[in-house]
């Protein structure tokens, strides 16, 4: 199976060098509570030009990104890593389905987001910190490599879906409210 070829070639990593351990065990539990700080940020700073479409449309896409996994989550039965191999676990975590990853579809979900309706340049900073937080979900040992890249799929979806829907509604001549 690719998926735990690919989390073997990452996670056999993870108990060798403590400080590196220390950095993915802060960047698999941590770094998505700076993603959303930035992203609020960039919120209020929006919000202050007296833009709230873009907020509205950010907040949209969470919703509808947590929505499919969500349903995801309900319809698959993939174990965690820990249930089923033997693994490098470096932060505790409770037995549950896998597919995908809460953590990394809210950090996706909030880069695209920043990326699609804020700022394009700290949306790309924030997609790169995304990235950072699915790799070390898989290198402590509590998510395969294919729960990342879902996670980024619905929330690369739902970004899409929702700047594809307000591109319509404006076209079709809705009424613009910039308050």
């Known amino acids: 199976m690719v998926n735990y070829r690919l989390f073997e070639l990452i996670n056999d990593h993870a108990g060798r060098i403590d400080g590196i351990d220390d950095a993915m065990e802060f960047a698999a539990t941590r770094l998505l509570y700076l993603i959303f700080a930035v992203t609020a940020l960039?919120?209020?700073?929006?919000?202050?030009?007296?833009?709230?479409?873009?907020?509205?449309?950010?907040?949209?896409?969470?919703?509808?990104?947590?929505?499919?996994?969500?349903?995801?989550?309900?319809?698959?039965?993939?174990?965690?890593?820990?249930?089923?191999?033997?693994?490098?676990?470096?932060?505790?975590h409770g037995a549950g389905v896998s597919l995908p990853s809460d953590h990394a579809t809210a950090a996706f979900a909030l880069a695209f987001g920043a990326y699609a309706f804020l700022s394009r340049r700290w949306?790309?900073?924030?997609?790169?910190?995304?990235?950072?937080?699915?790799?070390?979900?898989?290198?402590?040992?509590?998510?395969?490599?294919?729960?990342?890249?879902?996670?980024?799929?619905?929330?690369g979806l739902a970004v899409v879906a929702v700047s594809l829907a307000g591109h319509r509604r404006r076209r079709l001549g809705a009424p613009s409210r910039r308050t």
């Open 123 to 155: 949306g790309v900073v924030l997609a790169g910190a995304a990235l950072v937080v699915g790799v070390a979900r898989v290198w402590v040992g509590v998510h395969y490599p294919g729960d990342i890249l879902a996670a980024a799929v619905i929330a």
């Open 42 to 92: 960039l919120a209020v700073v929006t919000l202050r030009r007296r833009r709230t479409r873009p907020v509205v449309e950010l907040g949209a896409a969470l919703v509808l990104a947590f929505a499919a996994a969500t349903v995801l989550a309900h319809s698959n039965s993939q174990q965690r890593p820990f249930q089923s191999h033997h693994v490098h676990q470096l932060i505790p």
